[in-house]
């Protein structure tokens, strides 16, 4: 049976997949950046706002926008069939590369969209990959934590709040990495939907769904 689909303009999506039996996914740097090569690639073809992401070895994090949220299973399966067939080329593997179909709990901008920003970029730092977030390559941290360019990013609208300079912004970014956040229970929630019971009640309205 076809996956209901959540669809809502009002809605970011955090995209979710990771290697089958927890495997690894991305070998190296060469790795990475093809992954990241065909994101920018997709994003071009079904105007894509990337706001957050982090490439981890066995699984990757996306926080995304669409123009047509409709659009975003057709993305998705463009963008990790052609993973495979890359990866497959190069390490001569051969079965099932991804676990299962990818995850993609809706998220409420207004309330959450920076505090799932904060979880995707801190898993390194969760991982004791790092020290500092900002210190790993492969994530958009760099750039909201240090002003680092990142054509792939379009900025997070609620990033662009936090001071009126650039310098200011990306301190008040690190303090918050760094520091409590009282959305992060909201954000590890394992759930179809991550925002207020408004919110909540709204998606189920336009999208039945039963709950988990």
Not at 37 to 62: D, E, I, V
Not at 97 to 123: D, H, M, T
Not at 127 to 139: F, L, N, Q, T
Not at 149 to 175: C, F, I, K, T, V
């Amino acid at each position: 049976m076809p996956r209901t689909q959540r669809l809502t303009q009002a809605a970011c999506y955090h995209v979710i997949d990771r290697g089958h039996n927890r495997e690894a996914i991305f070998h190296d740097a060469e790795d990475c950046a093809y992954f990241l090569g065909l994101l920018a690639r997709y994003g071009k073809r079904f105007t894509l706002r990337l706001y957050h992401y982090c490439l981890m070895t066995n699984h990757f994090h996306l926080l995304v926008r669409l123009g047509d949220a409709r659009q975003l299973s057709s993305l998705m399966a463009g963008l990790l069939r052609s993973y495979v067939h890359h990866f497959n080329r190069r390490h001569g593997f051969v079965g099932h590369l991804w676990q299962g179909r990818f995850k993609s709990p809706a998220v409420e901008a207004e309330r959450c969209l920076l505090s799932c920003g904060r979880y995707i970029e801190r898993n390194p730092l969760e991982a004791g990959v790092v020290e500092e977030p900002w210190a790993y390559r492969w994530s958009s941290c760099r750039a909201y934590a240090l002003g680092e360019p990142d054509p792939l990013l379009a900025e997070d609208p609620y990033y662009a709040e936090l001071a009126a300079e650039p310098a200011g912004r990306q301190r008040r970014w690190r303090e918050f990495l760094g520091g409590a956040d009282a959305g992060e229970g909201v954000i590890r929630r394992s759930d179809w939907v991550l925002g207020e019971e408004e919110f909540r009640r709204r998606m189920q309205q336009m999208q039945p769904r039963p709950s988990p």
